[in-house]
């Protein structure tokens, strides 16, 4: 098994341009490979890792499980069905030891809280909500980054339509769900974290699933029906996590057709190197986690014919989020990914926080994001 330490390098190295090519990286990390079956899993990894986000080469090399059965999700699922997606092509799974237990979500740290020296590591609080990136264009007072091919000319094209989403009190219209459910949190603010900590955990109520329930509420309020599925379908295997959630959506959607918007809510992985990175923000002097949204676009070969729909529709959700609570947003992530944003024009991939973020950043996000999107749904609520 690869060491985490030597993950974490690896990923802060796959991420930064001019470290090292993917190649020599591969050749340097190659003797430390034991216990991985296909090598091939670690090249692939390399070419898809996008900038320092998504936490998804941390999970792929964990231990070997045992093999129980995790709970049924609701609606039942199939078989999985093939994605083209790359990003979850590797094989991964966790021990059902490295489950974190419930943590507390008091706001102060106890006394009795501490770390072995040799297990520490630092936590540094940035504001993200700025992009560096030069190829990154606004759309109200969001900004994206666009890391396809597409000049932003090209992009702004998209832009310009008009809202493809359409709201109506005829049934649910939005659905909650958790591609990576047992995505978990740090237990204090604190400014060091336990590097044995894997920040997994299949308690609903510490993990993002409690985090999609405080944004399902919130959109409720606007009266707007909301479906929120708590399967964990990265439990107990990481690996397929994507072709799971996809059998999950397709069978909401088929019971119920009046389903508009898709919201996978997720949380990030911010690392440089031992350091984790919280993305954080204050709003009414309290801490949130910054949110990032992540739209797809497709390079012709990833069967998403609409992908300017869901841009256009994440576009003017962070909008609206910034418009109502500025700097509570990272850049949209606009990206050649599917995270099966091709079930529905009105699909997206949320990533609310950091594992350095603690779950009480995250709950009040998840309530200040879900106010925003509930209002911005509500203005597209037609007339009929």
């Known amino acids: 098994m690869i060491h985490k330490h030597l993950l974490r390098g690896l990923v802060v ?64 699922t199939e078989a999985p069905i093939p994605n083209s997606d790359p990003i979850d092509e590797e094989p991964s799974s966790f021990n059902n030891s490295d489950i974190a237990p419930g943590f507390s979500r ?38 994206i980054k666009n890391t396809t091919s597409l000049s932003n000319q090209e992009v702004q094209t998209y ?13 649910p219209q939005v659905l909650i769900m958790h591609t990576h459910a047992t995505e978990s949190f740090e237990p204090y603010d604190c400014d060091i974290y336990d590097t044995r900590h894997t920040w997994r955990s299949t308690d609903n109520e510490e993990n ?24 964990q379908h990265d439990y107990p295997s990481y690996n397929g996590s994507y072709e ?59 069967g998403m014919p609409n992908w300017g729909k869901n841009f256009r529709f994440a576009a003017g959700m962070q909008d609206a989020i910034e418009s109502g609570y500025p700097g509570l947003t990272r850049p949209l992530f606009f990206c050649y990914r599917k995270y099966n944003q091709d079930l529905t024009t009105g699909s997206l991939l949320l990533e609310i926080g950091s594992h350095g973020n ?24 037609s007339n009929k």
């Open 13 to 76: 190295a796959a991420t930064v341009p001019g470290v090292l090519s993917t190649a020599v990286l591969y050749h340097q990390i190659r003797p430390a490979i034991k216990d991985i079956q296909a090598d091939a899993a670690v090249l692939s990894a390399l070419y898809t890792l996008p900038d320092h986000t998504l936490d998804h080469f941390q999970h792929r090399f964990s231990s070997e499980i045992d093999k129980t059965p995790s709970q049924s999700p609701s609606p039942p």
């Open 106 to 143: 008091e706001e102060s740290i106890p006394d009795d809280y501490s770390i072995p020296n040799e297990y520490q590591g630092n936590i540094i609080e940035e504001n993200m909500s700025v992009s560096s990136s030069k190829n990154s264009l606004s759309f109200g007072k969001g900004i």
């Open 159 to 171: 832009l310009q339509q008009e809202n493809p989403i359409q709201i109506d009190n005829n049934g």
């Open 208 to 231: 993002i699933v409690a985090a999609g329930e405080v944004m399902a509420q919130a959109i409720r309020e606007y009266g707007i029906e909301v479906l929120h599925d708590d399967t």
């Open 244 to 302: 799971r959630s996809a059998v999950t959506v397709k069978k909401y959607l088929e019971q119920y057709p009046s389903i508009k918007v898709v919201l996978d809510v997720h949380r990030d992985a911010v690392q440089r190197e031992n350091t984790l990175v919280k993305p954080v923000t204050t709003i009414n002097g309290k801490k949130a986690a910054q949110l990032m949204i992540i739209a797809g676009c497709d390079d012709g070969t990833m």
């Open 358 to 381: 603690t779950l009480e950043e995250v709950l009040y996000t998840s309530h200040l994001a879900g106010e925003q999107i509930g209002s911005y749904l509500k203005s597209l609520q």
